[in-house]
């Protein structure tokens, strides 16, 4: 007898995954594969995956999501290719950056605009046509950092927050369509993602993340489940409550506050 998320996974024959070549990207795509060995996967990043199992159907797209024509790009040769049958677009590519607005530079945080959002709302809208046509579901990722201001990581807790409110009101146009949007919020996550914010290592103790396997597990289960909205671990959906009931006003200065000593703390650790 299949379970709830077997059924989930069969009921589709394509995914389109964005960053599935680690993290949580690769944890959807692995797990995926699991419950479903007959789906063919269309990976779209810069890195091609080092994982593929010997009965995994996929297929690597090297592009770039921060070039201006890049998804468009990866989506005339995912097109080209496409197999019959429902589709699950998972916009998961994003990155983050740490400073005091523009640092970085001002080149990388407009970047993080153009993957983050422009990306997202791009392949969304190239794809949509296909998965009104056949039926399918798209699943982005936001994060909890979508849910209050985040200082010294301004930009990306702004793209994350628009990533969050856009997905809900598209679930809700869509509605009756055949097609499902669902935005998953993770917390801090065992990815690469403190590294290429400019952290020499993880900042955020295990107790306080998760890793992507349960990332990518909570977001399949939602998925299955028919919502809109997952946060991610019961820590996250407690701290996410919280700020709720704050003004942004002062989850804005408890943000700063916590922000500028976990920078202090990567600090004194290098």
């Known amino acids: 007898m299949k379970t709830t998320l077997e059924n989930m996974a069969c009921q589709f024959a394509t995914v389109v995954v964005t960053g599935g070549s680690s993290g949580i990207g690769k944890a959807l795509i692995q797990q995926l594969h699991r419950l479903n060995s007959s789906l063919e996967f269309c990976n779209l990043s810069r890195r091609k995956p080092d994982f593929e199992a010997e009965d995994m159907k996929l297929r690597h797209y090297g592009c770039d999501l921060g070039e201006r024509d890049g998804p468009e790009r990866a989506f005339r040769e995912v097109k080209a290719g496409l197999a019959p049958g429902k589709v699950l677009l998972v916009n998961n590519s994003g ?3 740490y400073g005091e607005f523009p640092e970085p530079e001002l080149r990388r945080q407009l970047e993080m605009v153009d993957v983050n959002i422009r990306a997202v ?6 794809f949509l046509p296909i998965l009104r ?8 990722v936001a994060s909890t950092g979508a849910f209050q201001p ?33 935005a998953s919020c993770p917390g801090p996550t065992a990815t690469d993602f403190f590294r290429r914010a400019g952290f020499k290592e993880r900042v955020v103790s295990p107790g306080l993340s998760q890793s992507s396997e349960q990332v ?8 299955a489940g028919r919502k809109s909205l997952c946060v991610c671990g019961w820590k996250n959906r ?4 919280l700020a709720s009931k704050l003004p942004k006003t002062w989850v804005a200065a408890l943000s700063a506050v916590v ?5 202090l703390a990567q600090l004194k650790q290098g």
């Open 133 to 140: 046509a056949r039926g399918g579901a798209v699943v982005n």
């Open 238 to 241: 407690f701290l996410v409550a």
């Open 121 to 126: 709302v791009a392949l969304t809208g190239l």
């Open 259 to 263: 922000l500028r000593r976990v920078r």
């Open 95 to 97: 990155f983050g950056s």
């Open 150 to 182: 985040t200082p010294y990581m301004a930009t990306y807790g702004a793209s994350k927050a628009f990533v969050l409110h856009w997905s809900l009101a598209l679930e809700r146009e869509l509605a009756g369509t055949g097609v499902r949007v669902l």
């Open 216 to 223: 990518a597990e909570a977001t399949l289960r939602a998925l």
